[in-house]
């Protein structure tokens, strides 16, 4: 709605519309342009915490950031040359410059398919939607799955986008506790009591952002039981699948489910090293017809709200999936694998730190004493001084609801990987109190 507002003396417009009289000043605009409502309750914990911190470095120590979840960063872990040839390739053939179809091209639905397809749970073409990076697939999955008022059981500490984009649309979060203590497994009845008649979908992120953990069969199996006793589908964020160490196991949910519907979300973003290109999918596993053709159609119709992820990646997709070497693979995870040891024998013998070797991905999660560190009230703080004093930035684990932690990246190079971990035991030497000299210091 716009009104006319009548002034004396000379009336101009600036650019934007507004009125300006003689003297220069602003009076009522004819325009109200807001931002949605959806777009304010869009809220990305992470941005929210780190920007309200003060994050000044030492300046005669430069800047370990082990907070970035890219492992392309630091330029120590390149993806193979297999997936960048097949890139320039897609690119000379001149095949991939139109739209495709919005759950991408059927050949590289194919492809996707033949790669994640085993006997247990089956999968063709028609099961794949190809999506722009897991996030989009893990918001069509939302989006397909729940309603406004529905609620969905997400886990704490867990990878933040979840609460972003179920907030957004109205969708109430409720988080299902892990147990640092049992290598971050589901805390089963905690998750069992948040259901009700409103639970849409349970999701389960296995290997884990933050905690690194990778599920044993049999947690799974439990898993899968609550989940089908209460008949509630499962949205399965396996972006880390398969990058577990040596003597671990990956084992996707899907096979293991006998009733439970699953749409599992995943992409290149991770086990190939290229999250910039932004290549994902969601493989639907409904081999008891539980979703329907209704599922099924409402992710494609939700599809063509963006049609479909980079076409170029699309016709990379063959050849990248099915030629890239195992060497390459290995390489990646025994780097993560060596950088995770060192990080957690250097940070396990630090007094008032407890990190909780992973199994798997591509992070570490270490627990504070915060009793121990009188100087600081909580983690962010006590990251936020880490950074002030000793130029080392980790990620308070308040940014996936679980204060009292901070989460460190394991892609930084070896050499910063020691040297960060002197500085926090450096740090920690500094503030470190013992809880009897406390107590007795309050005594006198
Ligand atoms: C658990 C988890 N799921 C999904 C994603 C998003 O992946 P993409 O970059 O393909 O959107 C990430 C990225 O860090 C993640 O950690």
Not at 332 to 360: A, D, H, Q, R, W
């Amino acid at each position: 709605m716009s009104f006319v507002v009548k002034m004396n003396g000379s009336q101009n417009n600036d650019i934007h519309g507004n009125f300006i009289s003689g003297n220069g000043v602003h009076h009522v605009s004819r325009w109200s342009v807001k931002p949605s409502e959806m777009s304010k309750k869009t809220l990305n914990p992470i941005r929210a915490i780190v920007d309200g911190m003060k994050l000044t470095p030492n300046p005669e120590k430069p800047m370990i950031a082990l907070s970035i979840g890219d492992p392309t960063v630091f330029g120590n872990l390149p993806t193979d040359d297999t997936v960048l040839q097949a890139m320039k390739e897609a690119i000379d053939s001149h095949k991939y410059n139109g739209y495709a179809p919005s759950v991408g091209y059927q050949k590289s639905r194919e492809v996707v398919a033949d790669f994640y397809s085993c006997p247990e749970a089956p999968l063709d073409g028609k099961d794949v939607i190809l999506t722009s990076g897991c996030s989009q697939a893990i918001e069509l999955a939302i989006s397909v799955l729940c309603n406004p008022g529905d609620n969905i059981l997400v886990p704490r500490p867990g990878f933040s986008l979840y609460k972003t984009l179920a907030v957004s649309m109205g969708i109430q979060v409720k988080h299902y506790n892990l147990l640092p203590e049992k290598s971050w497994e589901i805390d089963l009845q905690h998750l069992e009591s948040l259901i009700d008649d409103k639970t849409a979908c349970l999701i389960v992120n296995n290997p884990s952002n933050p905690c690194g953990s990778v599920f044993s069969r049999e947690h799974l199996h439990k898993i899968l039981s609550v989940a089908s006793r209460n008949c509630i589908p499962i949205l399965a964020d396996e972006i880390y699948g398969d990058m577990v160490f040596p003597g671990c196991d990956f084992q996707p949910l899907a096979p293991l489910s006998s009733d439970v519907p699953i749409l599992s979300c995943g992409g290149l973003a991770k086990r190939w090293l290229v999250p910039g290109w932004r290549m994902g999918w969601i493989l639907i596993h409904d081999r008891n017809d539980i979703f329907g053709t209704a599922i099924r159609e409402g992710l494609v119709k939700l599809s063509q709200r963006i049609l479909g992820p980079c076409t170029v990646v699309q016709g990379a997709l063959e050849s990248i999936l099915n030629d890239t070497p195992p060497e390459f693979y290995q390489g990646t995870i025994s780097f993560l694998k060596s950088n995770s040891e060192i990080c957690y024998s250097e940070l396990s013998t630090v007094p008032g730190l407890n990190p909780v070797m992973p199994s798997g991905a591509m992070y570490i999660m270490v627990g504070i004493e915060m009793e121990h560190f009188p100087d600081f009230q909580n983690d962010v703080e006590f990251t936020e001084r880490l950074v002030t004093e000793q130029s080392v930035f980790c990620l308070p684990a308040t940014a996936f609801e679980y204060p009292n932690f901070f989460r460190i990246v394991v892609t930084v190079p070896e050499e910063m990987m020691i040297e960060a971990c002197i500085r926090i035991r450096e740090f920690c030497a500094r503030h470190y109190r013992p809880r009897s000299q406390d107590s007795h210091e309050l005594d006198q």
